[in-house]
């Protein structure tokens, strides 16, 4: 019973991040293609490719999350494998003591920070929760 609850508030924890993070994004992709790169990890020429396929991993994982079914399995799975890669540029970006903004929910010039990198471990936390509760559970009862 347990992990049909945490199954779902994970579920719908990371389906409102990832809609959100999209939405915000959406609003001034160019912005977010200047921070990818800002963080110099890529070339200059590859920041609004990467900034589209970003968006559409986003959207994706949130469409998979509201679909949910025999699917969720998979809308956990990409949440932590993008958010990881998320995790690993912060990461960098901090180690090599950039000031960049993060713009990892739509555009702003707040630069990147720890906070930023323990905050995506707390969501690969939860997604792996979820993933983990998914998994484990009655496959019948998922929604």
């Avoid at 901090?94 to 702003?108: H, R």
């Avoid at 630069?111 to 998994?135: K, Q």
């Amino acid at each position: 019973m347990i992990s049909e609850y945490l199954t779902t508030f994970t579920r719908i924890l990371l389906g409102i991040l990832f809609a959100y993070s999209f939405t915000r994004k959406m609003t001034d992709v160019s912005s977010f293609a200047k921070s990818i790169s800002g963080f110099g990890l890529f070339p200059k020429k590859f920041s609004m490719f990467l900034s589209i396929w970003v968006l559409v991993a986003e959207l994706t994982i949130t469409i998979l999350f509201v679909v949910g079914n025999f699917i969720l399995n998979l809308a956990f799975l990409l949440a932590i494998i993008l958010l990881a890669v998320f995790s690993f540029a912060l990461f960098l970006v901090i180690k090599q003591k950039k000031i960049v903004a993060c713009n990892c929910f739509g555009a702003n010039d707040k630069p990147v920070t720890s906070f930023d990198l323990v905050r995506n471990i707390g969501f690969i936390l939860c997604a792996l929760t979820g993933f983990f509760t998914a998994t484990f559970k009655d496959n019948s009862t998922v929604v």
